[in-house]
């Protein structure tokens, strides 16, 4: 199975989400340059953390311009699993493919920190390996992650489940306390009406390891093994297959 | 005919006889360019010319050494192939003028230092220094540096993992901001600031030049005065994206084979770059001025060669390879542009347009620059300021509100408000997370870890120079041996007053002597650092403040140790024995204001066998937790290494033998005994530790167990304070954070 991580010129997480895929995880890994209009034959997209382009105007809001943006629309248009971290998140939402936007942490300081989130929803590519309501600690590190959208949006998509990662305390409680940064109902992650593309504001890439403080994030990265390789995506392993065709 | 006048002269911070000496090398006059050429890398900050001659005593080889100090930054040898590189650096004057800028720019020159040396770099580290955060201007500098080293280092991804933070009346108004920064290459492809090869390109790339930092060099040679303010236009601007396109096509750009050598420009921009290049290779460069690209139009030559704008490189690249190295930057938007070539005559040649406005030899700028054995002299203040009368000071307080006040002295209080700040996971190789002693991250693609800490008392150095110098390196291998690792290198950055003072080249001198003598009793040569000096304020000066970063080589990650306890029920052993020693300590500065007395003894053969026993007890899989005994002395030790657990200790320790008996429960508890450990072990292994430590010759004994709820510490059987983990947790963990926020719960 393989994944493509996007690079941006201002990524800093690539090769976190490189490493986690390709050596914790044992799968194929490859990166994606930005200017480059193909996903190389990908059954995964993952967007990674970082500061796209420096992010002095609205975080990731240059990175959707980038040619391989028409690429990864592509691919998520064709039910393609998609993932968005931290910044990768920030970009999907200046691209329109996840609703809302990024307002400044609470606090208006950049937080570097362990959180909990609990998995609201197992029908989703990064979340099928994972129980409903399962309380994950995985750390945050950003400024802009204040989740934000209109009330109406906001309704819609609790309507529609597609709330995926909620933060809370370490028992799975929704509270102020346990929201780091303000955002909406405590929103850490969502997906689009489609299901298949998915943005978070936590690293389940830095949190794949004992040794580094915390694996509970390897379960959102193998979900997307899983998913992929049951079939349960359609468009999953197409860009695979065409390759092979290609041969 | 004379067409320099001497105010000009006097403005460029040169002296009458350095000018006449410029006058006799160049056997002419200087045109303005070459005046302000001269006036920056002859000033302070890049000649070290009132340093130097103390510089070259300390110990720069061993056999892990690979780059001792010279380049842009000293690399050892860490096995597998592998160096470490790093160095510690200064940006105390900006970061005073512009606190947000100036410390972010300071981490981004320390970077280019790490990645000009072909290493990718890996962790930050910083040491600061400020006022007391009662002073709200003080309160407004700190929280622009802090904000300042997070944006910059935040953005370019690189996690900052450690650090220490001291507050003292004396750096209100000259704050220190020294940055330490670590990279990984491999060890036969370390890159060198060197041009040669004659016809070979010179490249710029990165930032265009603006008028932004123009005499940045000399003012970080200067004092400040109240008229301080009016400098900010030489505080420079950081941009750390540029920065992360030029890391990474830097990088790239290395790994091709096509460059010769590489210089950011940082201190003195284009000037220092070329000279420094052509005299380490022995070759000349010529560049015409009017190729750099430039922010501003109407830019004179003289300030193109002096601007210190960020995030710019200068580069030799081979002939026949010039197009390879342009496609590189190509792909990160990035234009590399020819600026000029490697000469053989030695010389700085620069043009405008054509016309000549600079010819000097190289060497004149780097090793003919002045070098001055300045006068020395004993402060008057030392023998009145190590009389500590403690009888003086009336009956002390009670026990459990010194160590109630010295948990929450911002001191010794919990960072978080700080660290939360920086990204400190980033790379996914953080081991240690900042709050929890060394800094510890692995290295990817071997089972390795490097241990880094930076550390320095000022009030130590204050009243012993030599002493507290050899107490800096101490703490610092220390720090990084209780992680399990082997420290093998250091570097140093020097912060200090005017050394036109007599008594504070004094300071600086013996300072320098001090840490040679640790340096080479605990075997960690200095391999590169920085010195800062002038740090003062309307003629007050700064605490003298060497501060050492040591690096250390953990063979087995797995085995790394961190601070807290680990388990309910393990032994808790202190390693090293105690003294009557309050001189300079925590508590003399909080509860009565004093920096008096002499600093704790510094045993360093001892000192030397305690680390071995920690190396050896980490490996060995005794040791489960370990802390160094450090500001507010062993009370405050054993409740830092119950934060963050939940976990309780009780413990119980001889009383130390002190002069003057009402201060004898003071003295056991909270003074500052050098060479001090407290680590945790299981119980029934407990034994086995304390015999490896006899075999060491290292004072080791059972003092107490972790578990419970309270913090207990009693004095031979006689309990003497008793308090609430969560309260005593309360105290320290919201010391700092409640001056900016409103309190919030322990996580």
């Known amino acids: 199975m393989k994944f493509a991580v996007v690079v941006f010129p201002g990524s800093n997480c690539d090769h976190d989400a490189y490493h986690a895929v390709k050596h914790v995880l044992g799968q194929d890994a490859a990166f994606v340059w930005h200017k480059e209009t193909s996903l190389a034959g990908a059954d995964v997209v993952i967007l990674p953390g970082g500061f796209a382009h420096g992010d002095y105007l609205r975080t990731g809001a240059i990175a959707r311009f980038s040619p391989i943006m028409q690429e990864v629309r592509r691919f998520a248009d064709a039910g393609g699993p998609v993932l968005g971290i931290c910044n990768g998140f920030q970009v999907l939402l200046e691209a329109g493919l996840l609703p809302g936007a990024m307002l400044r942490n609470r606090s208006v300081k950049f937080q570097c920190e362990h959180v909990f989130i609990r998995v609201e929803q197992t029908d989703t590519p990064f979340t099928s390996a994972c129980r409903q309501g399962q309380v994950l600690r995985i750390p945050i590190a950003h400024g802009e992650g204040n989740y934000y959208a209109e009330p109406d949006v906001v309704e819609r998509l609790e309507r529609n489940r597609q709330v995926i990662f909620r933060y809370t305390t370490a028992a799975g409680e929704v509270t102020p306390e346990a929201n780091p940064n303000g955002s909406v109902h405590n929103i850490a992650g969502l997906c689009n009406e489609a299901r298949n593309v998915v943005g978070l504001m936590p690293h389940p890439e830095r949190a794949c390891e004992l040794a580094i403080g915390s694996a509970d994030g390897l379960a959102i990265l193998e979900s997307a093994v899983r998913s992929v390789s049951q079939g349960a995506f359609p468009a999953a392993g197409a860009g695979a297959k065409a390759v092979a065709a290609a041969r | ?747």
């Not at chain 2, 001659?53 to 597998?80: C, K, M, Y």
């Not at chain 2, 935040?154 to 330490?180: C, H, K, M, Q, R």
């Not at chain 2, 041996?481 to 600086?508: D, H």
């Not at chain 2, 500065?589 to 007395?597: A, E, N, S, T, Y």
Request: charged share 20%.
């Open chain 2, 1 to 747: 005919m004379k067409t320099i006048p001497d105010d000009l002269i006097q403005q460029h911070g040169l002296t009458r006889n350095e000018y006449e000496h410029i006058l006799e090398m160049l056997g002419r006059e200087p045109t303005v360019t070459e005046l302000g050429i001269f006036s920056v890398m002859w000033s302070e900050h890049c000649s070290y010319k009132s340093s130097r001659v103390h510089l070259r005593t300390l110990p720069t080889s061993g056999r892990r050494v690979l780059q001792g100090p010279g380049e842009n930054a000293g690399a050892v040898d860490i096995g597998e192939g592998l160096a470490a590189v790093f160095k510690i650096e200064s940006h105390n004057h900006p970061s005073f003028i512009e606190p947000y800028q100036g410390a972010a720019t300071g981490v981004g020159g320390i970077i280019r230092d790490i990645f000009t040396m072909g290493a990718r770099p890996i962790a930050l580290l910083n040491s600061l220094r400020f006022g007391p955060l009662d002073d709200p201007l003080v309160r407004r500098t700190f929280a622009g540096v802090v904000a300042g080293i997070a944006g910059y280092g935040n953005s370019i991804g690189i996690p900052t993992v450690g650090g220490e933070i001291a507050f003292d009346e004396s750096y209100t108004g000259n704050p220190l901001v020294n940055v330490f920064c670590l990279g990984i290459a491999k060890a036969d492809e370390i890159v060198k600031g060197v041009a040669s090869g004659v016809g070979n390109a010179v490249y710029y790339v990165g930032a265009k030049t603006g008028r932004d930092g123009i005499h940045g060099a000399t003012m970080a040679s200067a004092e400040f005065d109240e008229k301080s303010a009016e400098k900010r236009p030489a505080v420079q601007v950081g941009d750390p994206f540029m920065e992360k396109l030029l890391l990474e096509a830097c990088l790239e750009v290395m790994r091709s084979g096509a460059l010769v050598g590489i210089q950011d420009m940082g201190a003195a921009g284009l000037t220092c770059s070329t000279c420094e290049m052509g005299s380490r290779g022995g070759a000349g460069i010529a560049i015409d001025v009017s190729l750099v690209p430039q922010r501003e139009t109407g830019m004179t030559p003289y300030e193109i060669m002096l601007s210190e704008s960020q995030e710019r490189m200068l580069l030799v690249v081979k002939r026949g390879r010039e197009a390879e190295v342009e496609r590189i930057f190509d792909k990160w938007d990035l234009h590399a542009v020819r600026i000029g070539e490697v000469t053989t005559d030695g010389r700085l040649r620069v043009t405008h347009h054509g016309e000549v406005v600079a010819d000097i030899p190289n060497t004149a700028l780097t090793d003919e620059a002045p070098v001055y054995r300045r006068p020395m002299a004993e402060p008057a203040y030392l023998a009145e300021a190590q009389r500590l009368s403690l009888a003086a000071l009336g009956a002390p307080p009670p026990v459990r509100e010194v160590f109630r006040r010295l948990l929450a002295s911002a001191s010794v209080a919990s960072k978080r408000w700080v660290y939360r700040q920086y990204d400190h996971m980033v790379r996914t190789n953080t081991l240690v997370v900042p709050g929890m002693g060394a800094g510890v991250v692995r290295v990817k693609g071997t089972a390795r870890a490097l241990a880094m800490s930076v550390d320095g008392n000022g009030r130590f150095v204050y009243l012993d120079p030599f002493l507290g110098a050899e107490l800096a390196v101490a703490e610092a291998a220390r720090n990084v041996a209780c992680t399990g690792a082997q420290p093998i290198g250091a570097t140093n950055c020097l912060n200090f007053g005017s050394p036109e003072r007599p008594e504070i080249m004094w300071q600086f001198a013996r300072a320098v002597e001090g840490m040679g003598a640790a340096c080479r009793a605990l075997e960690v040569p200095i391999t590169g650092g920085n010195v800062s000096l002038y740090n003062e304020t309307d003629g007050r000066a700064v605490l003298p403040t060497p501060v050492v970063g040591v690096v250390g080589l953990l063979e087995d990650a797995s085995t790394v140790v961190r601070r807290a306890f680990r388990a309910d029920g393990d032994a808790i052993v202190l390693l090293g024995r105690g003294g009557d020693e309050l001189g300079g300590s925590e508590y003399l500065k909080v509860f009565h204001g004093l920096i008096r007395g002499t600093p704790p003894v510094l045993d360093l053969a001892l000192e030397a066998a305690l680390q071995r026993l920690l190396v050896r007890g980490v490996a060995a899989g005794l040791i489960r937790s370990a802390h160094d005994c450090a500001e507010g002395g062993l009370a405050v030790t054993v409740a830092e290494c119950c934060f963050n657990t939940s976990l309780g200790a009780s413990v119980d320790v001889p009383a130390v033998a002190a002069a003057v008996p009402e201060f004898g429960q003071i003295a056991t508890l909270f003074g500052e005994a050098a060479s001090r450990v407290v680590v945790s072990v299981e119980a029934d292994r407990a034994a086995e530790l304390v015999a490896l430590a006899k075999a060491e010759a290292v004072p080791a004994a059972v003092v107490g167990r972790v578990g419970g709820d309270r913090i207990r510490v009693a004095i031979d059987g006689e309990l003497a304070i008793d308090e609430s983990l969560a309260d005593a947790e309360d105290l320290w963990a919201n010391a700092i954070g409640r001056w900016f926020d409103r309190p919030r719960a322990v996580a």
